[in-house]
């Protein structure tokens, strides 16, 4: 059954999902008595639960459709959420304990689940798990400690630095200057993500004024500004995945902003703790990216009119139809296995299958992640415009035209 089939059953009708409690941290929502279960390890409380708010809603609406549709094999589909919070260690050893060996899950998908400590917790279980941590570090971890039943559904951050600038190359904006000026905290993602964009720039023939790393706990933006509007870049990047802080960084630099400067927030502009200065109008003008997201076309409408029929909003860019997405991948691999405890053939179709999904064509590489490209699951550059973000490039393709903030000029 494809995407668009399983929406349009699901939006013959639609009931609420039923949270009960269970063990310690973890939560269920539980379907029928003859029952597959699966389990999500997702950060519900702590300093990324607005991100865990999307993965479980996005988990939840992929449940309840394919369980509207006759289920997987003819069996309903029960999920149980656990609590992660910080992702530390002992939290992704608990998460593994509890919806693994207490909880008899026979999969496991997440957003992002700890970025490595996940690896060590879920390795050894055997069990499928299906995450988008998208770190260089966490696919070696995958591969040198033989975690064969373990995929990653997106690129790494590499990949989406040297694709970032790309996009921005080919906006069709004529830059007054060759000079970028690069921000970035100190995590993996933020430094790999802005290393690889630089390099990018540098091919090119652009010079990098500035990259500089800034720490999280005490960052001053007056200096940091300061050594921007020195060098005057035609290009300003901040990858700093704290929307707050990233905020706060735009709003400094609006004061006296660089003229003729664009501006790009990278990541933090697609996650929803930064949708609401969004649609504030407080950051019109700013481009921003996400690793995937619902295509144009009947399917990603449907599942857009699907999400805002269940919840009463627009569903965020970033990580909705990729949860959606994760959850069906795994419910096809079980159809060609036959069945869903059968761990080895479930692996073992979803290494060979290529799944056409909300956000594109998922095949996973023998590094067991999905190179991003137009053929297969292609990044997206936005401009916030109307308190909204505007899709501007998908992969290579040119979906819109950017325009220069007032602010800017």
């Known amino acids: 059954m494809s995407v668009q089939s399983l929406l349009k059953n ?11 409690a269970i063990v310690g941290a973890a939560t269920a929502v539980t379907a029928q008595a003859d029952t597959i279960k699966i389990g999500a390890p997702i950060p519900q409380t702590g300093p990324f639960a607005s991100d865990g708010g999307v993965m479980e809603k996005a ?10 549709a006759g289920g997987v094999l003819g069996q309903q ?18 998460a593994a304990a509890n919806l693994i060996d207490r909880g008899k899950s026979d999969f496991i998908v997440t957003g992002y689940g700890g970025f490595g400590p996940d690896i060590p917790a879920f390795c050894p279980q055997g069990v499928p798990f299906i995450h988008n941590d998208a770190f260089t570090s966490v696919v070696d971890m995958m591969n040198s400690m033989g975690c064969t039943s373990i995929f ?8 989406y630095g040297k694709v970032m600038f790309d996009q921005l190359n080919a906006l069709g904006h004529q830059f007054p200057n060759k000079k970028i000026a690069i921000v970035h905290g100190p995590y993996e993602w933020e430094s790999g993500l802005t290393k690889a964009m630089a390099d990018a720039a540098t091919a090119q023939g652009w010079e990098v004024v500035m990259n500089e790393e800034v720490p999280y706990e005490s960052v001053q933006w007056q200096g940091i500004l300061s050594k921007i509007r020195e060098a005057q870049p ?14 706060t960084f735009l709003q400094q630099y609006f004061d006296n902003p660089v003229k003729g400067a664009v501006v790009n927030a990278g990541y933090a502009a697609s996650v929803p703790a930064f949708g609401d200065v969004v649609a504030q109008g407080k950051v019109e003008g700013v481009l921003g990216m996400t690793l995937s997201a619902q295509l144009p076309g009947p399917e990603g409408d449907a599942f857009v009119k699907r999400w805002q029929a269940a919840y009463n909003e627009t569903p965020p860019w970033s990580l909705a139809a990729q949860l959606y997405d994760e959850v069906n991948m795994w419910a096809a691999a079980v159809k060609t296995a036959g069945s869903a405890s059968d761990h080895a053939a479930v692996v073992k179709a979803l290494k060979e299958m290529s799944f056409k999904g909300l956000t594109g064509t998922l095949k996973f590489d023998d590094k067991f992640k ?8 292609p990044a997206f550059l936005f401009q916030v415009r109307d308190k909204a973000l505007n899709p501007l490039m998908i992969g290579t393709r040119k979906t819109g035209d950017f325009t220069m903030p007032d602010w800017a000029k």
């Open 152 to 159: 990653n559904a997106s690129d790494v951050e590499a990949s």
């Open 370 to 377: 999905i190179p991003t490209s137009d053929a297969s699951q």
């Open 77 to 94: 589909v029960e999920v149980t959420f656990f609590d992660i919070g910080d992702l530390s260690p002992d939290k992704l050893q608990a």
């Open 10 to 20: 699901a939006a013959r009708g639609l009931a609420g999902v039923t949270l009960a």
């Open 234 to 247: 035609a290009l300003v990047h901040i990858e700093v995945l704290d929307a707050g802080l990233t905020y």
């Open 59 to 68: 988990i939840k609406l992929a449940v309840e459709d394919l369980n509207k």
